[in-house]
């Protein structure tokens, strides 16, 4: 099992462009999510799901927009860039949402927007 | 407010010792606490999982207590050393919310 993966590793944008980041996970885990890691602020959600077709939103939604056509893939989209969504993006999964005990955390995608 | 504290200041210790690392919280009602590592440049790696009603988990060297009187977790590390070195954050899910919250972390720096 490769677990789960993001792409790409880095990435540099500038203020307006858009892009999508990848997330992927081979262990048909039915919940994912995306979170936002910065400097003296932790990890914060940005969307979730809890399986295909459904998506809500986290503590941080604004600007991103997500998808879940499948169990395996879960891309965050940046509609328009802006320099405070230069971060690092995590992905994890986890088996299901209400026995969410053990997530599974991505490598990471560092992201900087001029 | 909600509010997850753990101490920003790293924790310097010498191999061999215990580790013990805080996690607080406030205006949470948890049904059960994380704990994650997490290397510079990588993703949390999952640790342990303590639930409300209970008092103390272990696994190998690490040990974990959860006291929701006090709201507070404390994680300890045995024998630590210097591979032990990294950050360790808490997450807190509070029963019906499905929604895990991150402390900010600790770093935890093991000398040889």
């Known amino acids: 099992n490769a677990g789960v993966t993001q792409t790409p590793k880095f990435q540099v944008l500038k203020t307006g462009q858009s892009m999508t980041l990848q997330c992927a996970q081979d262990?048909?885990?039915?919940?994912m999510s995306w979170y936002r890691q910065d400097p003296g602020m932790g990890l914060r959600l940005i969307h979730y799901?809890?399986?295909?077709?459904?998506?809500d939103q986290g503590e941080v939604p604004n600007g991103y927009n997500v998808s879940r056509s499948t169990t395996e893939d879960f891309p965050l989209r940046l509609l328009s860039a802006a320099p405070s969504q230069t971060s690092v993006y995590f992905c994890?999964?986890?088996?299901?949402?209400?026995?969410?005990?053990?997530?599974?955390f991505g490598p990471g995608t560092r992201l900087l927007v001029l | 407010s909600q509010k997850i504290e753990q101490n920003s200041e790293a924790l310097n210790i010498q191999e061999g010792k215990t580790a013990t690392l805080t996690c607080n919280y406030t205006?949470?009602?948890?049904?059960?606490l994380q704990w994650y590592r997490q290397d510079p440049g990588r993703g949390p790696v999952f640790l342990l999982l303590?639930?409300?009603?209970?008092k103390e988990k272990r696994k190998e060297r690490l040990k974990v207590t959860f006291d929701t009187t006090l709201k507070q977790s404390l994680f300890h590390i045995t024998a630590s050393q210097p591979a032990d070195s990294a950050t360790y954050l808490c997450?807190?899910?509070?029963?019906?919310?499905?929604?895990?919250?991150f402390g900010r972390g600790t770093s935890l720096i093991v000398h040889p």
């Open positions: 997450a807190l899910e509070s029963g019906g919310s499905y929604i895990p919250t």
């Open positions: 262990m048909n885990h039915e919940y």
């Open positions: 303590i639930r409300e009603n209970e």
């Open positions: 799901s809890v399986g295909a077709g459904i998506t």
């Open positions: 994890a999964s986890s088996y299901s949402r209400a026995h969410q005990e053990t997530q599974y």
């Open positions: 205006n949470y009602s948890p049904a059960y």
